[in-house]
């Protein structure tokens, strides 16, 4: 059973307040709580080509743009795009030198990630972490008791270290579909979801992304560009 998670609707009152950042989208920012805030572990799961790298990328811009803390991106698909995110720093503010303040791990070894993201939490190098298709990586060859005891601990740790160290962090989860709800579901939700605060369901519909809040029901669409995440028209909020 999922432990009770409490909502916080507006963190930027509470006694020490959060730091956020925004993805570019005011309308998918507004589903999530008005920001992306710090102190809180975030999930985006949906099917391939719903948006799930892009939002990470976006995210990543914009800390570095305020926050300017190193970011550690590690990549469980092997597909990581330096020249995307570099592109999109451009495109945003003219940032040419993002990725001298972002360390990469490709990889898609349970082992290698677990002991990575536990290495990162216990440190002070980091103000962002973000793990593109954590779960895939651990349950690729099946549900072995040991891989899905590390896929809960690594978002464990990434939930502790948020909070414990006031940063960010962020990860993506692909879908099965699950024949007895008839519904889609994230990879490895019944090992993360004890961690995660936010859970955000991305889908492509008619040419836009739609993404919905797990917890609250409110949806957001929005658009990807050369700028990254954007809305798909003006936001009127």
Request: aromatic share 10%; glycine share 6%.
């Amino acid at each position: 059973m999922a432990a009770k998670r409490r909502l916080i609707t507006d963190p930027g009152k509470e006694a020490f307040p959060r730091k956020f950042i925004d993805s570019g989208s005011k309308e998918l920012d507004t589903i999530i709580g008005g920001h992306l805030y710090s102190r809180s572990l975030v999930q985006f799961y949906g099917a391939a080509g719903t948006g799930k790298t892009q939002i990470l990328l976006s995210y990543c811009q914009s800390y570095d743009q305020n926050h300017k803390s190193k970011i550690l991106f590690i990549d469980t698909q092997l597909k990581f795009r330096p020249e995307r995110l570099l592109e999109l720093a451009k495109e945003r503010n003219g940032e040419s030198s993002i990725l001298e303040r972002i360390d990469v791990l490709e990889s898609d070894d349970p082992r290698r990630i677990y002991k990575t993201v536990r290495k990162a939490c216990s440190e002070y190098t980091y103000g962002m972490i973000c793990v593109d298709d954590l779960s895939e990586a651990f349950i690729r060859h099946g549900y072995d008791i040991k891989d899905t005891s590390m896929l809960a601990l690594s978002a464990r740790e990434l939930s502790l270290w948020t909070m414990a160290q006031d940063k960010f962090a962020l990860i993506t989860d692909r879908v099965r579909f699950d024949p007895i709800t008839r519904s889609e579901a994230p990879v490895g939700i019944r090992f993360t979801q004890n961690y995660t605060s936010t859970l955000i369901h991305l889908q492509k519909r008619n040419g836009y992304f739609r993404a919905m809040n797990i917890l609250t029901g409110k949806t957001a669409r929005f658009k990807i560009t050369k700028k990254g995440v954007e809305d798909v028209a003006p936001y009127r909020g």
